[in-house]
């Protein structure tokens, strides 16, 4: 119940950008805090970004602050992220989540622990050359 399909990974160089899409199935979207994780080769998996039910509140890791875009449109069960500037650190496996968790303004950091995010996606890789 509730699957989370990635795609739109893919190879970019540089200072490109890309984007990845999110599609959800199952009645609990609408209902969830949505986010990225992403995991580099031998590193744990790190929370990106997130975005809360209503689309109202978003969240983003100082690594990737101002450069990446996290965005959702409930009406067609996906959620968005739009990377910009893309730096050879940025390669890795991406990961859609949902977390049942109500993202709003002070609700501080702990949320972005993975074990708080319950449905996952497989994944899709991003590779930035430099």
């Known amino acids: 119940q509730g699957q989370l399909v990635e795609s739109g990974g893919g190879l970019v160089q540089a200072g490109g950008s890309l984007g990845l899409s999110c599609a959800a199935s199952?009645?609990?979207?609408?209902?969830?805090?949505m986010g990225w994780f992403r995991e580099a080769p031998g590193k744990e998996r790190e929370f990106v970004a997130a975005?809360?039910?209503?689309?109202?509140?978003?969240d983003y890791a100082d690594s990737v602050k101002g450069r990446f875009t996290i965005s959702r449109d409930n009406a067609k069960n996906a959620v968005f992220l739009r990377m910009n500037t893309l730096k050879p650190e940025d390669t890795a496996i991406y990961y859609c989540?949902?977390?049942?968790?109500?993202?709003?303004?002070?609700?501080?950091?702990?949320?972005?622990?993975?074990?708080?995010?319950?449905?996952w996606g497989q994944g899709t890789q991003v590779t930035v050359r430099d």
């Open positions: 199952g009645g609990t979207f609408g209902t969830y805090t």
């Open positions: 989540a949902g977390s049942p968790i109500l993202l709003a303004p002070g609700l501080g950091r702990g949320y972005r622990q993975t074990v708080y995010w319950d449905k």
């Open positions: 975005i809360s039910a209503s689309g109202g509140t978003d």
